[in-house]
C-alpha cells in the first residue's frame, strides 16, 4: 500500500505535465484518470486521451523533489479533482498514504482529505515500444520547427490526413517536415547529426503541439522513436507517446516550382502589420481577401469592402525585382505565414496571379519555405 | 466637416473606456455604434448599452493627447471595428477626416482606411441630469465598497430587485450600501464629509462592476448625482450614466442581530484555504455543504461526499468564546465573503445552527458587516 511523501510545488509541475494528456471529456471514462505507479526509485505518473500518452518519472534521487518512499504500490485518481486538491494544500509538502478499498488519505499541515481511487488493473495498457538506434534532436530545434509547420496543417476532419504533419527523413540525415491545409503549405528541412533510418510519418498536428508543452527549454535532446502506428519523444524524466495518422500524405514536392517571374524582399513586421488591418477590413466584406498590386516600382495592397470601407497601404521593399503582377489571396494566411517567420525579412516570389507564391527568410535560405495560393477574383 | 490629429495611444485609452458601455449585440443596432462629437475644444466620446453610457471627453488642452482640431463635426462609428482599426495602425499619430457620405478617411504612416459612419441623428438621445448638490466620493472609497457589496448580488432574474446593492443616504452624511441575494447578505456603512440630501436607491451591481473599470485609481474624486430613474458619476473628464432598479429593496436591518451565542476569531488567508479544499470535495456532492464544529476549544470542519471523499479541517483560531455549536452551510459563500475582507483576521459570531451568522473584520468595527444563512442538514 502506497506510502509516500513530496515537496507540493514539485510533484505539481509534474502532475501538471501529465495532465497535457489527460482529457476530462473522454469517450472511456476510465482515461480521466491519473495513473500512480510508487516503485523504490520512485513515482512514475501516466495520463492519456488514447491519442497521446505521457509518462513522468520522479525520481527519489532528485534533491528538488523532496521524494520520501515508504512503500511502494500504485493507483489510478480522477486527475482533474486529485490536482486540484493536491494545488489547495496548504503546506510546502504533502504526506499520500493508501488504506483500505483503494482510498488514499492526503496529509498535509492541519488538512486531511481522504479521495477514492480505483484499481490499476482498471486502466488499459500502453502500446509497448522497441527502443533502439534513436533519433536524437535538440529540443529547440524541435520545437521551432513544430512552431514553423503545424499551424499549416487542416483543422478540418474532411481530409484527416491533412490534418497532420509530415515527418520525412531521407539519405540517413535529410530530415523534412511538411504541413498543408491545400490553401497553404509550410516545410522546414534540416540535416540532422546523426545518421537514421528512412521513415516516412504523418503526425497529428495537435499532439505535436502538446509536446511542446510537455518538453521545457530546460530539457536539451529529446530521443525520437518509431514503431508503425506511433512515435515516442522521450527524454530523461518524460515519455510521450502519439499515434500515427494512417494514410497516404500528399505529394507536396511538385508544388514547389524554383522559377519566378517577380521578387520582393520586405520587412517582417512592417508586412504583417499592414496584413492585420487589411484583414480587419477584409473580413467584414463575404470575399475576404486583399489585393496586392506590384506595379512600376511600387508595391501596395487595397481591401475594398463595400459595407464596411477600404484599405490602401503602401508597402515599403527593400528588393524588388521582375514584371508588374497583381494578385489577390486571403490576408490571414499571410499573416500566419509572416507570424511563423523568425527572421527580419521575407523574401517573396511569384510566378503569376494564379500560381502560389513562395516566401522564404530575407537571407535566401530554403530550409523554411512556405506557399500560399492566390484566389481568382475574375 | 470633421478634421483632427491625435496621439493614437492617448486616444486607444479613451476610446476603450468608452467601449466599456457598447455591446455588440444589442437589441438596438444603433447602439453598438460610438459617436464622436468634435468641438473646438475637444472630442466627446458617448457608448451607451441602453443601461450604462459613458461620455469621455478629450480636451485639446490635454498635452499627452497630442489634439489637434482643424474642423468639427460628429459621427457614428461602428465602435469594435473601428477601435480595432485604431489599435492596429502604424504610427504613433493618426489623421481622421470626414469626406462625403459618412465617411472617415484615416491616416497613419503609409497606411489610409476609408470607413462608413452613420448620422449622429439616429443615436439616441440620452436623458438629461439636473448636476447640481453633487455628493463628492473619494474614488478609491467608492471602489472598496463597491467591491465589498456587489458580488453578493443575485445573479438570477428571478427577483430583479436582489441583482442590485442598495444605496441609502440617511442623515444626510450616514452612508450604507447593501447587496443580498437571500442566501447571504453583505453591507458597509460609511460617514461622508460633507452632508447630502436623502436618497434611496438601487443600483445594478453589473454597472457598478463597469463603474470600477471606469474610474482608475489616477481619478481621485467622483461627483455622484440622482435623478428618479438613473445616476451619474461624474469626473472631469468621463460622465458614468446608469438606470436604476425599480422596486422596494427588501428590509435588511431586520436580519442584524446583535446578540450572539459563540464568536471566534481567526485567519482570513488559512481559513479560506480550508474552505477551498471543502468546497472541492463539497461541490462534488449533492448537499455541497461544508459542516462547522465548535467543541471544546477546538474547530473543525468536515465534509463528506460518499462517491469522492472526505475532508478534515482543523482551524486555527485567535479567540474563540461561547457555546458549542455545529453549523452546516455552502462553503462558496464563506470563500467569497472572505475574499471581500481586506483586513488579515475575521471575527464570526453565531446565534444557532439554523441562525445566519455574521462576519466583520477581526477589529470589530462593524461598518463592514456580512451574513450567511446556514443549511438545514437534519
Redesign the interface.
Given at each position: 500500500m502506497i506510502k509516500f511523501s513530496i515537496n507540493k510545488a514539485f510533484f505539481l509541475q509534474s502532475l501538471n505535465i501529465t495532465k497535457r494528456a489527460i482529457s476530462s471529456k473522454n469517450a472511456i471514462p476510465i482515461l480521466s484518470s491519473l495513473k500512480l505507479e510508487i516503485s523504490q526509485e520512485g513515482i512514475t505518473l501516466t495520463g492519456s486521451n488514447g491519442q497521446i500518452s505521457i509518462e513522468h518519472f520522479i525520481s527519489q534521487d532528485n534533491q528538488n523533489s523532496g521524494l520520501l518512499i515508504s512503500s511502494p504500490g500504485s493507483i489510478l485518481l480522477?486527475a482533474n479533482?486529485f490536482i486540484?486538491?493536491i494545488s489547495?494544500?496548504?503546506d510546502v509538502t504533502l504526506d499520500l498514504e493508501e488504506i483500505e478499498h483503494h482510498?488514499v488519505v492526503i496529509r498535509s499541515g492541519?488538512?486531511?482529505?481522504?479521495?477514492?481511487g480505483k484499481d490499476v488493473d482498471q486502466y488499459p495498457r500502453l502500446q509497448e515500444m522497441t527502443t533502439q538506434n534513436p533519433l536524437v534532436f535538440n529540443t529547440k530545434l524541435l520545437k521551432n520547427l513544430i512552431a514553423e509547420t503545424a499551424f499549416a496543417a487542416s483543422t478540418q476532419e474532411s481530409r484527416p490526413i491533412l490534418t497532420g504533419v509530415h515527418f520525412v527523413l531521407q539519405n540517413e540525415t535529410a530530415f523534412k517536415a511538411v504541413a498543408t491545409d491545400s490553401h497553404r503549405m509550410s516545410q522546414r528541412q534540416l540535416n540532422l547529426d546523426k545518421a537514421g533510418d528512412h521513415f516516412d510519418v504523418v503526425l497529428p498536428s495537435k499532439s505535436l503541439r502538446e509536446l511542446s508543452a510537455v518538453f521545457t527549454d530546460d530539457i536539451e535532446t529529446v530521443e525520437v522513436f518509431f514503431s508503425t502506428n506511433q512515435m515516442l519523444f522521450r527524454s530523461e524524466n518524460i515519455s510521450f507517446y502519439t499515434r500515427l495518422l494512417e494514410g497516404a500524405y500528399p505529394d507536396t514536392d511538385r508544388l514547389l516550382v524554383s522559377s519566378f517571374e517577380t521578387e520582393m524582399v520586405c520587412q517582417v513586421a512592417?508586412l504583417r502589420?499592414?496584413m492585420?488591418?487589411a484583414f480587419?477590413?477584409s473580413n467584414?466584406s463575404q470575399n475576404g481577401t486583399v489585393k496586392l498590386e506590384i506595379k512600376q516600382g511600387q508595391v501596395t495592397a487595397h481591401v475594398n469592402s463595400p459595407?464596411?470601407?477600404?484599405?490602401?497601404?503602401?508597402?515599403?521593399t527593400e528588393e524588388l525585382a521582375g514584371n508588374d503582377l497583381t494578385i489577390s489571396f486571403n490576408p490571414t494566411y499571410l499573416i500566419e505565414a509572416l507570424k511563423a517567420l523568425k527572421s527580419e525579412t521575407v523574401r517573396i516570389r511569384f510566378i503569376s496571379p494564379v500560381r502560389p507564391f513562395t516566401l522564404t527568410p530575407g537571407d535566401a535560405s530554403e530550409n523554411f519555405v512556405q506557399l500560399i495560393t492566390p484566389v481568382r477574383t475574375n
Open positions: 480522477e479533482f486540484n486538491i489547495s494544500l496548504p482510498q492541519k488538512s486531511e482529505i481522504t479521495l477514492k512592417s502589420s499592414a492585420e488591418r480587419l477590413v467584414a459595407e464596411v470601407g477600404k484599405v490602401n497601404e503602401q508597402i515599403e
